[in-house]
Nanobody
């Protein structure tokens, strides 16, 4: 059983930065494609960023590309989301997710590909 725990959320003003962290336990972290998704109030969960097993491939939603950076540290079983130039529309609960069935170089923006999810961390960006 894989467990994911996010941290690093909080309140920030427009234009500010936050770094989210996700700690994984259970399973073989270096064989998971990892992703970050977010859900704003009254909206469906949406994809933000994903990274392949060893970080060789990354993919971002158009809405965050150029502002967010996903990274991972397999030695520490952690994945990160560095968020910069934050906007009020980035306000959401951010979820870390692990996909255990994808091949080494794969990334995915499909929630259905992810088998495990964290509990989420709130990010609020004020205007």
């Amino acid at each position: 059983q894989v467990q994911l725990v996010e941290s690093g959320g909080g309140w920030v003003q427009t234009g500010g930065s936050l770094r989210l962290s996700c700690a994984a336990s259970g399973g073989t972290f270096s064989s998971f494609t990892m992703g970050w998704f977010r859900q704003a109030p009254g909206k469906e969960r949406e994809f933000a960023a994903t990274i392949s097993w060893f970080g060789g491939a990354e993919y971002y939603a158009a809405s965050v590309k150029g502002r967010f950076t996903i990274s991972r540290d397999n030695a520490k079983n952690m994945v990160f989301l560095q968020m910069s130039s934050l906007k009020p529309e980035d306000t959401a609960v951010y979820y870390c997710a692990a996909a255990t069935r994808l091949r080494e170089s794969r990334t995915s923006d499909r929630a259905d590909d992810y088998d495990y999810w964290g509990q989420g961390t709130q990010v609020t960006v004020s205007s």
